[in-house]
């Protein structure tokens, strides 16, 4: 009898336990489902391109994202840059100067290295 009893009781007790584990429900956040979605390369391109200009004092005149195109001037010279996005997914960027370019010669080169930091590379 006090045989039963033990075995009931260590029985009721492992049947506790059980009830108890099983009511434990942990839910994992799946990864990447609460960060936002990295810019694209076109968005990178752009922003580098606009804050190339800014970096170098170009005052930018006109900016049309839909056409990748962006003009400045600094002084008597107009500098441009083209943003396009091409077929494979990458991004052509070109820039130019035009005007007085003797008064500041470097000034393309300048706009590069500084989008070319910007980039990261």
Same mark, same amino acid.
């Given at each position: 009898?006090?045989?039963? #009893?033990?075995? +009931?009781?260590?029985?009721?007790?492992?049947?506790?336990? /059980?009830?108890?584990?099983?009511?434990? &429900?942990?839910?994992?956040?799946?990864? %990447?489902?609460?960060?936002?979605?990295?810019?694209?390369?076109?968005?990178?391109?752009?922003?580098?391109?606009?804050?190339? +200009?800014?970096?170098?004092?170009?005052?930018?005149? #006109?900016?049309?994202?839909?056409? %990748?195109?962006?003009?400045?001037? /600094?002084?008597?010279?107009?500098?441009?840059?083209? &943003?396009?996005? #091409?077929? %494979?997914?990458?991004? #052509?960027?070109? +820039?130019?100067?035009?005007?007085?370019?003797?008064?500041?010669?470097?000034?393309?080169?300048?706009?590069?290295?500084?989008?070319?930091?910007?980039?990261?590379?």
């Amino acid at each position: 009898m006090r045989r039963l #009893q033990r075995t +009931f009781g260590r029985l009721s007790v492992s049947l506790v336990l /059980l009830a108890g584990i099983a009511g434990c &429900v942990v839910y994992e956040t799946a990864p %990447g489902v609460y960060s936002p979605a990295p810019p694209s390369t076109f968005d990178r391109s752009w922003s580098a391109a606009l804050g190339a +200009f800014a970096d170098e004092g170009v005052q930018i005149t #006109q900016q049309d994202r839909s056409a %990748g195109a962006i003009r400045g001037t /600094l002084g008597d010279i107009v500098a441009t840059a083209q &943003v396009r996005q #091409q077929a %494979g997914g990458s991004v #052509q960027v070109e +820039f130019g100067v035009s005007g007085n370019i003797a008064a500041n010669p470097s000034l393309k080169d300048r706009i590069l290295s500084s989008y070319n930091r910007r980039m990261g590379r």
